[in-house]
């Protein structure tokens, strides 16, 4: 059975804190890695998409990378505005869904 | 606006009643997924259709049922309503029978079942 893993569960950081949050996945075949973001009580927006190990993707101070078992969205230079749950989510080969994680809660106290 | 749309945004309800729960795709997406979020739990998927037919089913109880109608809008139907059905439902669209790029989300509705 597909699985998605995230860490930590939460995250506090400060304004302008760098961090990384993790996404490790177990499918037969992987045919991407996307990342959302959710804010409270609000639909996921998508933020990326990964379709091969070594990829990466970029979006003012997020970057997304991939390797074959796992996601990272690296965070640079945090602002409040940035904070929210990310989610990951797979899609196996043969995949009809995507299979998401809990997900990471993101706070940036100012 | 991501252009699925879902109503209401709000239900209350008490247990054992039946509620239905309505998604518009966005416009060209013949796909339609729904999807329950637990406070204790992360995203479950429940029910895809593609172009009016079933695709995929996923943990979905006997109770639940989902239909995607000639003009591609999806109604979620839960009946015999328990506590634990209470849950942020929702729907999601793309343009092909699978996901290969992603879905869009609604922005959900929050069934609270009192």
């Known amino acids: 059975e597909d699985q998605v893993t995230q860490s930590p569960e939460a995250l506090r950081l400060q304004e302008g804190e760098s961090s990384s949050l993790n996404c490790s996945y177990t499918?037969?075949?992987?045919?991407?890695l996307f990342w959302y973001r959710q804010d409270p009580g609000k639909g996921p927006e998508f933020l990326f998409t990964?379709?091969?190990a070594g990829e990466e993707k970029e979006k003012e101070r997020l970057k997304a990378t991939l390797t074959k078992k796992e996601s990272f969205l690296h965070i640079t230079a945090p602002k409040p505005e940035d904070s929210a749950t990310y989610l990951c989510?797979?899609?196996?080969?043969?995949?009809?869904?995507?299979?998401f994680g809990e997900g990471t809660q993101l706070t940036v106290n100012p | 606006d991501s252009g699925v749309t879902q109503t209401p945004k709000h239900l209350i309800t008490a247990t054992g009643q039946r509620v239905t729960l309505r998604c518009s795709p966005r416009?060209?997406?013949?796909?339609v997924y729904w999807y329950q979020q637990s406070l204790d739990q992360g995203l479950q998927f429940l029910i895809q259709?593609?172009?009016?037919?079933?695709?995929a089913k996923g943990n979905i109880l006997e109770r639940f049922s989902a239909q995607q109608f000639p003009d591609l809008h999806s109604e979620l139907n839960l009946s015999s309503l328990e506590l634990g059905d209470s849950a942020l439902y929702f729907c999601?669209?793309?343009?092909?029978?699978?996901?290969?790029?992603?879905?869009?989300f609604g922005s959900g509705t929050r069934l609270t079942v009192v």
């Open positions: 999601a669209s793309s343009v092909a029978p699978g996901p290969s790029y992603g879905y869009t």
């Open positions: 499918v037969s075949g992987l045919r991407g």
């Open positions: 990964l379709y091969s």
């Open positions: 989510a797979a899609l196996e080969t043969s995949g009809s869904r995507l299979t």
């Open positions: 416009s060209g997406d013949l796909s």
């Open positions: 259709y593609y172009n009016g037919e079933e695709r």
